[in-house]
């Protein structure tokens, strides 16, 4: 019984609030074909989750993620 934890900033999609419902499904959908294809798990007991996290709670090499990503244009 896998269970997959996807974590991403909640920006970015349609409405700039995180993944739509749409972009959602097609994670899970390809996570359980990806479980299915490998390791011959049943995708209809794999479990997937996506947690969104807000961006000011996600840091990259130390730094908060928008302060990372300005560096990096720098």
């Known amino acids: ?16 609030n995180g993944p739509s419902a749409n972009q959602q499904a097609a994670l899970i959908a390809g996570v359980s ?5 490998v390791l011959g798990k049943d995708p209809s007991s794999t479990f997937v989750v ?3 996290i ?3 709670s996600w840091g990259i090499g130390g730094l908060p ?9 720098s």
């Open 33 to 37: 074909a990806l479980l299915q294809d």
């Open 50 to 52: 996506i947690d969104q």
């Open 1 to 16: 019984m896998p269970y997959v934890n996807i974590k991403v900033t909640k920006e970015g999609g349609p409405d700039g």
């Open 65 to 73: 993620v928008l302060d990372y990503r300005q560096q990096a244009q």
């Open 54 to 56: 807000p961006v000011e």
